[in-house]
């Protein structure tokens, strides 16, 4: 299994931080480049625990689906979301705050 972490630093308190990171809109907006859009499940807003949102965008030269369901989630702590149907084998990722 591959594991690939990142630190991000932010000046935002955590609450802002954690539901940032949530955020529908902002991911649309932020991956705008791969034209990255919510096709499915959860398209705008906040998503939440037990919920799934399904992407459609432009990776490695085309279009891949990738859809995750958030599996756990600790307000303001923590969440996870894992692929439900996608092109990897499995994909997890973990958010830390």
């Keep these: 299994m591959t ?4 630190v991000t630093q932010i000046n935002a308190s955590k609450q802002i931080t954690f539901d940032t ?6 991911h649309q907006k932020s991956a ?10 959860i398209t705008s807003g906040l998503i939440n625990y037990n919920e799934t949102v399904t992407w459609r965008g432009k990776h490695f ?3 891949l ?3 995750s369901r958030i599996t756990q989630m600790d307000l ?5 979301d ?7 084998k499995s994909f997890r990722h973990q958010h830390f705050f």
């Design 76 to 80: 303001y702590d923590y969440f996870l």
């Design 21 to 26: 990171a949530r955020d529908i809109d902002l």
């Design 82 to 88: 894992e692929m439900e149907e996608g092109k990897f």
């Design 32 to 41: 705008a480049t791969s034209n990255e859009k919510a096709i499915a499940g």
């Design 65 to 67: 689906t990738h859809k």
């Design 61 to 63: 030269g085309f279009y």
């Design 3 to 6: 594991t690939i972490q990142l």
